[in-house]
């Protein structure tokens, strides 16, 4: 399977949910499935992307921002979830690099 890159980063080709429960940020407008268990009813990363007319975070100076990490899945650790926002990261400087 081709991987496919949200706005923040992840690769949501690697996620069980992907194409069952959640077709992507941008399919979804940023209305993706686990933001029942938020208070949020669009994504914030993908609200701030699309406010600021990015494609993505990595055109951002403030990325990652409080966003990533307000956003943490309660079942990882912290440390846990500063590896997965490391590797967002990653793969975002991975995408500008394959565009030049």
């Known amino acids: 399977m081709e991987n496919k890159f949200t706005c923040c980063g992840c690769d949501c080709s690697k ?25 949020h009813s669009v994504c914030p990363i993908f609200e701030c992307v699309k406010e600021k007319g990015y494609k993505n975070c990595s055109e951002c100076s403030e990325a ?8 943490r899945d309660p079942n990882m650790s912290e440390e846990e979830h500063n590896k997965y926002v490391q590797r967002q990261m990653d793969n975002l400087k991975s995408l500008n690099n394959n565009n030049q």
């Not at 990652?64 to 956003?71: E, G, K, M």
């Open 64 to 71: 990652p921002c409080h966003r990533f990490f307000d956003l």
């Open 15 to 39: 996620l069980p949910c992907y194409k069952k429960e959640c077709k992507g940020c941008e399919a979804e407008c940023g209305k993706i499935f686990w933001l029942k268990y938020t208070q």
